[in-house]
């Protein structure tokens, strides 16, 4: 049952990478176009590279930011990455597992909704 389920994964790829569908994120540096593919979901994302979403939080900006944006179907990017850096400490203030600053982000991003 594996196999095949692992099998039918691949052939998905396959067939999306040949359509150029896999992700719009590209760099030269790092690994995110390898981590954002159609079969990754937002937890897996966020344990994959919490450090580097991090590390863009703290910076305000950078393609971590983006695909995690575009993985929780924020559609401003910029304003997304504002909303990150302002709300770290209550984003990644003790975090146990990683995935837990999804409802961190919600929470942060309903609160700024509320009160603008």
Do not use: W
């Not at 692992?6 to 992700?23: D, G, Q, R």
């Not at 450090?51 to 990017?77: H, P, V, W, Y």
């Not at 997304?80 to 982000?105: G, S, T, Y």
């Amino acid at each position: 049952m594996r196999f095949t389920k692992n099998l039918l994964a691949l052939t998905l790829l396959a067939s999306l990478s040949a359509c150029s569908a896999i992700t719009d994120f590209t760099s030269s540096t790092s690994s995110t176009v390898d981590t954002v593919t159609p079969d990754v979901t937002l937890n897996e994302f966020v344990s994959q590279r919490y450090l580097a979403i991090r590390q863009d939080a703290a910076n305000g900006s950078g393609e971590n930011l983006d695909a995690l944006a575009k993985l929780m179907g924020k559609t401003d990017k910029a304003a997304f990455a504002k909303l990150m850096q302002q709300n770290f400490d209550r984003i990644f203030r003790d975090v146990h597992q990683p995935h837990e600053i999804i409802a961190r982000i919600e929470s942060s991003t309903q609160a700024t909704s509320n009160r603008g």
